[in-house]
């Protein structure tokens, strides 16, 4: 009987050991922000045709009194399924902030959608971020709601349940992009839901422990100020440094500087493709913790023989926003994996 070489058996236990172990902090990951499953029950409205797209709006449910209000463009000559690309907004947009976005890519030849997050757009009943930070503040208490990411990221996979039943989408390559607040939506969302082709988070993708060991978080807890202050101030309001806000992401949003962090779910989206645009001056993503994020999903690309399916792209001299040639090249991503 032939004997395998003793260096290939490590290097086969390793690699079943790393497997195994993104089996586990996605499995991990679907159990936390799972819920009991209610049927879609869509609606579609048409809406007046205008520059050679469709429009449609649309609602499905993804948990008892809960729907998500959606917009879906394609191109009104599109036949076929097409390929899908879901977009997501940032902390206080909504959909129609997506819309401009959505129409170059329904342009493109993709069915673009894009849904307002809880407490955001149509599921808000104010303007502004007011409602979100209360629910956040309320999770801060009850520990049981996670309006902060986790929520729309099932929100997303019930989405991806309803384009599967939709003739005009390619169940099979369906994109996922998202900005800031969105963009760690998206790579959770692709971790989680391997069901997402190709992803694109956008000045979104960090290691959220980084930011705690070197003390940089302020600029993300700044998106939510409103909620971490109503929990300081619940707390006793004597103490807002590090070990407070490990606290407080400990209970409203667990484990995301652990086995949910950036260096963690991105490479558990390899071997599909992912393209993660990051600025080198965002005080949201500090940009070591986005290259330990990339270095960590790069490794698993190359082990996977997908090298070229892994992109990151530093906007120089950038703080937190996304620059029109990123979106091109997110655009570009999407049209050289998802071929429309």
């Not at 032939?2 to 902090?25: D, E, F, Q, W």
């Not at 690309?85 to 947009?93: E, K, M, P, Q, W």
């Not at 801060?140 to 384009?163: A, F, I, N």
């Not at 202050?229 to 500087?257: C, H, L, M, W």
């Amino acid at each position: 009987m032939r004997r395998i070489p003793h260096l290939l058996v490590v290097a086969l236990c390793v690699l079943m050991a790393g497997c195994s172990t993104a089996t586990k902090s996605r499995t991990a990951f679907n159990q936390l922000i799972q819920r009991p499953r209610v049927p879609l029950a869509p609606t579609v409205e048409a809406v007046p045709n205008t520059n050679g797209l469709v429009q449609l709006k649309f609602s499905f449910a993804t948990e008892a009194g809960q729907r998500v209000p959606g917009v879906l463009l394609k191109r009104s000559d599109a036949s076929g399924p097409r390929p899908g690309v879901i977009a997501l907004h940032g902390t206080g947009g909504s959909k129609g902030n997506m819309l401009a976005l959505c129409r170059k890519l329904a342009t493109n030849g993709f069915v673009a959608v894009a849904i307002d997050s809880r407490y955001h757009g149509e599921r808000t009943k104010g303007k502004g971020t007011d409602e979100y930070n209360a629910a956040i503040a309320r999770a801060w208490e009850s520990g049981r709601e996670h309006p902060l990411y986790y929520d729309t990221v099932w929100d997303v996979q019930r989405l991806v349940d309803y384009l599967q039943t939709r003739d005009d989408v390619d169940a099979k390559r369906i994109g996922l992009l998202g900005i800031s607040k969105g963009g760690i939506e998206t790579y959770l969302a692709a971790a989680s839901d391997p069901r997402i082709a190709v992803a694109v988070p956008l000045i979104g993708v960090q290691s959220f422990d980084w930011a705690l060991k070197h003390d940089a978080w302020a600029g993300r807890i700044k998106t939510i100020q409103p909620a971490f202050d109503a929990a300081v101030q619940k707390s006793g309001g004597t103490n807002s440094g590090t070990a407070f806000v490990k606290e407080f992401y400990d209970r409203v949003i667990p484990d995301i500087y652990r086995k949910f962090d950036g260096p963690a779910m991105l490479p558990l989206i390899a071997p599909r493709p992912l393209l993660v645009i990051n600025s080198d001056s965002d005080p949201n993503t500090p940009l070591p913790g986005v290259i330990e994020s990339a270095d960590a999903a790069r490794a698993v690309y190359r082990e996977k023989n997908a090298g070229d399916r892994f992109v990151l792209r530093i906007q120089i001299r950038t703080g937190h926003q996304v620059k029109p040639e990123s979106e091109r090249a997110a655009i570009e991503w999407f049209v050289k994996w998802l071929r429309p």
